[in-house]
């Protein structure tokens, strides 16, 4: 018989105790203890624990009804994680929902989960309720995408989001760090591309310029909804003035890139006279490496 003090929570998120096979909800609270009230109904027994819930001071008498049964409470114990996870974490729903299952069937191998666990439609309204509580509604459009002030900094504390630009029915998002912005003006060759993978759902792509010193590092991350020449000359020209603001000289002598022409047009207008070598490199990547892969 478990006699650890275990918390879960009921479907509208209320507090249940779980203590030696029963469960309990809060029924009152004095100034010094909490009184708990056993679940099933009729039953009036009781217990009291201290106000922060982690000390028990008069135990449960005698129960009228039966004890709850194992599945249940490895199956509330589960859910109740599932909850706290999808408030805290940014892992997607139905990953944090298979983790669980995993998790209850290595503990219970002796346990039939399949049998009286629920399927993740069944649940995943109250786990993204969860997580709306503590993470941002999902914007629908550009213009409904508020980005929190504390999703705008760095690990260090430092500005992350370097520039948030809305123009028409486009939006450009810029994302560097302090040291980023500095190794790409440390490096002699760099490298950009646009990759749509990982994009968000409103933006058609996530551009990323790499600086290459020793290694290849990515320094500087742009959600774009374009891929012209317009927002390409954004992106060079917001990066030249964050560096100018910061004391830092960008000075690339090699440019590589994907045979892509509107960012070609747009490095070509701010490094002219480099482009013969991403011109070069380009048409060698295409005519030779690639064709023979």
Same mark, same amino acid.
């Given at each position: 018989?478990?006699?650890?003090?275990?918390?879960?929570? +009921?479907?509208?998120?209320?507090?249940? !105790?779980?203590?030696?096979? #029963?469960?309990? =909800?809060?029924?009152?609270?004095?100034?010094?203890?909490?009184?708990?009230?056993?679940?099933? %109904?009729?039953?009036?027994?009781?217990?009291?624990?201290?106000?922060?819930?982690?000390?028990?001071?008069?135990?449960?008498?005698?129960?009228?009804?039966?004890?709850?049964?194992? *599945?249940?409470?490895?199956?509330?114990?589960?859910? /109740? %994680?599932?909850?706290?996870?999808?408030?805290?974490? =940014?892992?997607?729903?139905?990953?944090?929902?298979?983790?669980? @299952?995993?998790?209850?069937?290595?503990?219970?191998?002796?346990?039939? +989960?399949?049998?009286?666990?629920?399927?993740?439609?069944?649940?995943?309204?109250?786990?993204?309720?969860?997580?709306?509580?503590?993470?941002? *509604?999902?914007?629908? =459009?550009?213009?409904?995408?508020?980005?929190?002030?504390?999703? *705008?900094?760095?690990?260090?504390?430092?500005?992350? $989001?370097?520039?948030?630009?809305?123009?028409?029915?486009?939006?450009? $998002?810029?994302?560097? /760090?302090?040291?980023?912005?500095?190794?790409?003006?440390?490096?002699?060759?760099?490298? /950009?591309?646009?990759? #749509?993978?990982?994009?968000? $759902?409103?933006?058609?792509?996530? #551009?990323?310029?790499?600086?290459?010193?020793?290694?290849?590092?990515?320094?500087?991350?742009?959600?774009?909804?374009?891929?012209?020449?317009?927002?390409?000359?954004? @992106? !060079?020209?917001?990066?030249?003035?964050?560096? %100018?603001?910061?004391?830092?000289?960008?000075?690339?002598?090699?440019? =590589?890139?994907?045979?892509?022409?509107?960012? @070609?047009?747009?490095?070509?207008?701010?490094?002219?006279? #480099?482009?013969? $070598?991403?011109?070069?490199?380009?048409?060698?990547?295409?005519?030779?490496?690639?064709? *023979?892969?």
């Amino acid at each position: 018989m478990n006699s650890k003090l275990e918390f879960t929570t +009921t479907n509208r998120n209320a507090l249940v !105790l779980n203590y030696q096979g #029963y469960q309990y =909800t809060i029924k009152r609270q004095y100034k010094e203890t909490n009184e708990w009230r056993c679940r099933q %109904r009729p039953c009036t027994t009781s217990l009291s624990l201290c106000r922060a819930n982690i000390s028990m001071i008069r135990e449960p008498s005698h129960h009228t009804c039966t004890q709850s049964s194992p *599945k249940k409470l490895v199956l509330d114990e589960a859910i /109740s %994680r599932m909850k706290k996870r999808a408030g805290e974490e =940014t892992l997607p729903i139905p990953q944090i929902y298979s983790q669980e @299952i995993i998790k209850v069937r290595v503990n219970n191998p002796d346990m039939n +989960t399949g049998t009286f666990f629920p399927l993740l439609d069944s649940i995943d309204s109250s786990l993204y309720r969860k997580r709306a509580q503590n993470y941002p *509604k999902i914007p629908r =459009t550009i213009h409904e995408l508020i980005i929190p002030d504390g999703w *705008k900094l760095g690990s260090h504390g430092e500005p992350f $989001l370097l520039v948030d630009e809305i123009y028409g029915n486009e939006r450009l $998002l810029m994302f560097a /760090s302090d040291w980023s912005i500095r190794f790409l003006g440390s490096c002699s060759q760099w490298h /950009s591309d646009g990759t #749509y993978k990982c994009r968000p $759902l409103l933006f058609a792509q996530v #551009y990323i310029i790499f600086g290459f010193n020793g290694m290849m590092i990515p320094c500087v991350y742009c959600l774009t909804t374009k891929q012209d020449e317009r927002v390409y000359m954004k @992106i !060079l020209h917001n990066l030249l003035d964050i560096a %100018r603001q910061k004391g830092v000289n960008l000075n690339p002598e090699r440019l =590589t890139c994907d045979y892509e022409l509107a960012a @070609i047009n747009a490095f070509k207008k701010f490094f002219l006279q #480099y482009i013969s $070598l991403v011109v070069f490199f380009i048409f060698h990547n295409h005519s030779g490496e690639r064709s *023979k892969s």
